[in-house]
DNA sequence: GTGAAAGCGCTAACAC
DNA sequence: GTGTTAGCGCTTTCAC
């Protein structure tokens, strides 16, 4: 089989390599290679030249300890089943396409010793930025943040006190708007269904918000159910089934998030029952499934791609201003989409 | 407000100053910190005791470029939009976490100069392995990636040549292996429903298996129907009401994936349509979602988290052993599952 | 068990 | 426009 010619990588080559094999000093070679300084065309072309035909690849590893500029981004989230995390890191990747910063992501699992132990991980690569997930940390977690002397940007969530920048939406708010707009349709008789995650912060916010509304108007949650694992579809289906053996006179069901949502809509109308007539449905996040949906559900948007992006441009913009700037603190205001499985007002 | 007190990490820390603080040389620090050589326990715990109170946290930049070891993991996938490849990285992570390999995400849109480019910027950091998903890539792509010095594991496809080593399965099978399932229960007049995306080589090799055995029976695809972006559940109702408009007598649905399959069960029932009797439906992937779903949709999974999984043992092994072992090429065999969407043999 | 010296492959800073 | 020098913060190697 003849070997295609080409370039040859197999030798870790080095700039002096590239030096060499053009007669120009490792100092000019790196410039062009970086774009910057002053350079002559045609040096520039012939460096050019032999380091594609070598195959040489830089070291960044090297560039970024001489440098001192790594040009990385850290991304913190708990999860990558939740379709939620994807959606946030197509927003960051969006805005850093723009820039020399590259996202690298790390999983915490909800866990907050994990994510202590993956924001140490992360700034041991001294990035440009960290973008993380939430407000509840561990105090050394927060403590190390703190003093990374990088900008960290907490997202998805603004109720509480940030380390430094936070954006996102107030899932306190996002509960107490839900409940309002439940409320304002004539609902009365409510059942919630949920995960089973006391790590999970924003539900327990949401919920908060939603029950504070509710006991204000001097009621309260009727039913509630909890779920963990598995299809959350299919999850949906199965506790809306329990709820409504439990208490069968519920008009409104509040799931804590879409996905278990649509499989309480499918179970609804297979079953007969009158949505919204007899009974009411409302989600959280605004997934792009709805859409698909025999009725759209009831939903608060959760703006996970603009808060990705929103976050990585202010990294971004740290990067190129004076570090004078204070602290930024983005809320987003989604507003209730009623869609089909509320009755009107 | 009183401060509360903790490690300062404002100064970046280096060795030398965990050094001085303690009475020990660098050496002896990098050592405790590494937990290499022997060091007394002494000594060990004097360091230990100072670098947290200082908070201090070590450069990976520098570590990495003095030991020529990054333990970083390049993970280049088309998209994260789709569900499948975050899946497919959770696979990965499971594996990686059991090893002191860290996965680097970098997302190609499908477009091969893209592509490069990520495998370019990957392989600068000088990583333990790469994987990319796919078989397709470009000359150049090939030639980085064939001289790179490190493992390479090409992964979800198994149909063409390897650059070295290969996780996946053979989608020109599942294709074929779909339309015998299908025309063993006597379906005869079939609809096609896909992406438009002609650099997506997975499902052209699967449209192609399928097509073949087809033609093998002297039967050809009767109608097709191709979208793009928006709601795959959306996208799916909206291309089954079209096909049947086209084709009234079509007496199966293929859909490229189970999210467009699952729109057209949901308006095929919708709207009376007898299923599996009248109508037969088929997906591909497997997702979990399928579980939620009023009938179960025939589909052949995927085994997105298995695949990535062994493609980050593969990197892990060729860490610890002696790196003579020939290029594996692993090929994972799905079953048909037929669900409730087509009738029984 | 501990330390000293010599780099890893680049780039900042300055000289020419 | 181009070259020289001196590191970046660690780890390797070898001496003690």
Chains 1, 2 share one sequence.
Request: glycine share 10%; proline share 6%.
């Amino acid at each position: 089989m003849a070997q295609r010619s080409g370039p040859d990588y197999r030798h870790k080559l080095t700039l002096r390599d590239v030096s060499e094999a053009s007669g120009v000093s490792e100092m000019t070679v790196s410039r062009v290679l970086r774009n910057s300084g002053d350079v002559s065309e045609k040096t520039r072309a012939k460096v050019l030249e032999v380091a594609r035909t070598l195959g040489y690849v830089p070291n960044k590893i090297a560039g970024a300890l001489a440098s001192n500029r790594v040009n990385l981004v850290g991304v913190i989230i708990p999860s990558l089943s939740n379709m939620v995390f994807p959606e946030v890191l197509m927003g960051i990747s969006r805005v850093l396409d723009e820039t020399p910063l590259q996202p690298v992501v790390g999983v915490t699992g909800y866990e907050p010793e994990k994510e202590e132990q993956v924001i140490f991980e992360m700034l041991s690569w001294r990035p440009s930025g960290l973008i993380v997930a939430g407000l509840e940390h561990t105090d050394a977690a927060k403590a190390m943040m703190r003093n990374a002397g990088v900008p960290i940007v907490e997202i998805m969530d603004v109720d509480g006190e940030p380390v430094d920048a936070c954006v996102g939406i107030s899932h306190e708010r996002a509960g107490r708007e839900t409940a309002r707009e439940i409320l304002a349709r004539g609902y009365r008789k409510i059942g919630f269904l949920g995960t089973k995650m006391p790590l999970d912060h924003r539900a327990r916010k949401r919920f908060e918000g939603f029950s504070s509304v509710l006991k204000d108007e001097g009621l309260s949650i009727v039913a509630e159910e909890y779920y963990s694992g598995g299809s959350a579809l299919a999850k949906g289906r199965e506790m809306t089934q329990a709820i409504l053996a439990k208490a069968p006179d519920l008009d409104f069901l509040y799931f804590s998030n879409d996905m278990i949502g649509a499989g309480g809509l499918l179970y609804c109308l297979e079953i007969g029952i009158d949505v919204p007539g007899q009974l009411g449905l409302a989600g959280f996040n605004g997934v792009d499934l709805i859409d698909g949906l025999p009725r759209r559900l009831a939903t608060l948007d959760s703006c996970r791609a603009e808060i990705g992006a929103r976050a990585a441009e202010l990294i971004a913009a740290a990067e190129t201003t004076p570090k004078d700037a204070s602290p930024q603190r983005i809320e987003i205001s989604p507003i209730f989409a009623p869609g089909d499985t509320v009755r009107p007002k």
